[in-house]
């Protein structure tokens, strides 16, 4: 549906819907569902943006199915609180707020945003939104902002991690994983990768040191010893890591299996309980955006320390798919939505 609108002697047609992916109950992929909203409309200090992609992430599975259990008081008891889905995006901005700064219309850019998964997106120009850089594809950018800043948070901001020491990552071919191996290699770090058969060759060539695969060797039964692990696999108890650790080590807990009442926070709280009875250190966190960081990826981006591993890439309509795919197996990188559009 269309209706023209007024701009001085000119004349410019305004879509009033858009396509968006939701559910209205919990459940598998066929719960999923086109739905015809009303544009969003920008505000003051928002942007409106065209998606080009956009990427699925764990927690979009989660969302679907709403699990663990533990989480529904903030996803909704009985029905979700919301209906949309998905949080990154890569797009073209088509319209800018009266106090925007540092966009206008026509710019390409990625980021993060609530209800990603739909045509049309609105995000705050101060928050989580920065431009894409040139020979970046909008698949690309959209692999980037929930598992790029999670790996980076987790290497950084928790782990510390300081050039020279030695780096386990535990599940090193999905979509944070495959950013992890790439970012600590950026800091300067010695990076072992465990990954199956299938990730061997990208965690290679993302930079690690040393592979292993986990379906014939087992990691914690190496001859050498880690200042820090990234846990996303979440397969591993404390102590079985704990005879790979340094004294002083950290272990960052990202995630863990899918399913069951309360899925992967059975893994964190044993890791937690277990690591405060000792001198090594174990963390967990949720990934927090913020436009430093999206700066900083991007940066690592153009530049080439960081470089997206996209396992597939679905048309929007293939949503249901897509997500199958997701649940299913393990991803080696990231699985992508493409909508096809012009610029894209």
């Known amino acids: 549906m269309y209706v023209y ?6 004349y410019i047609v305004r879509k009033l819907l858009m396509r968006a992916i939701i559910r209205k109950r919990f459940g598998g992929p066929s719960v999923l569902e086109f739905a015809e909203l009303p544009l969003p409309v920008p505000n003051d200090d928002q942007l409106l943006v065209r998606v080009a992609a956009t990427s699925l992430n764990r927690a979009d599975w989660y969302a679907m199915v709403g699990r663990p259990l533990v989480g529904r008081p903030s996803m909704g008891w009985r029905r979700p609180k919301s209906e949309r889905l998905g ?7 088509e319209e800018v707020g009266k106090n925007v700064s540092g966009f206008q219309v026509d710019d390409e850019v990625f980021g993060g945003r609530d209800g ?140 863990g299996r899918m399913g069951g009442v309360i899925g992967p926070l059975g893994h964190v709280l044993r890791i937690k309980l277990r690591g405060m009875f000792s001198r090594r250190q174990a963390k967990f966190f949720i990934a927090k955006f913020n436009k430093p ?35 299913e197996g393990h991803p080696q990188g990231k699985v992508v939505l493409s909508l096809g559009q012009p610029g894209a």
């Open 293 to 327: 960081d999206m700066e900083t990826l991007r940066d690592m981006l153009a530049d080439g320390r960081v470089r997206p591993v996209i396992d597939r890439t679905f048309r929007f309509d293939e949503f249901e798919g897509a997500f199958r795919y997701l649940g």
């Open 87 to 93: 949080t990154d995006y890569s797009g073209v901005v």
């Open 116 to 255: 990603a998964l739909a045509e049309y997106i609105t995000p705050r120009h101060d928050r989580a939104v920065v431009r894409k850089p040139a020979g970046i594809t909008h698949e690309q950018a959209a692999a980037i902002p929930v598992a790029a800043i999670t790996a980076l948070q987790a290497l950084r901001d928790h782990g510390g991690v300081q050039p020279g020491e030695r780096v386990l990552i535990n599940g090193a071919s999905g979509g944070v994983g495959s950013f992890a191996v790439q970012i600590a290699k950026a800091f300067g770090a010695d990076v072992t990768a465990v990954c199956g058969p299938r990730g061997l060759e990208a965690a290679r060539a993302g930079g690690a040191d040393r592979v292993v695969d986990y379906s014939s060797e087992d990691s914690t039964r190496l001859d050498m010893k880690f200042d820090l692990v990234i846990d996303i696999a979440g397969n591993r108890s404390w102590r079985q890591l704990r005879r790979v650790l340094t004294p002083r080590a950290r272990v960052i807990v990202v995630g």
């Open 5 to 10: 609108l007024a701009r001085t002697q000119t």
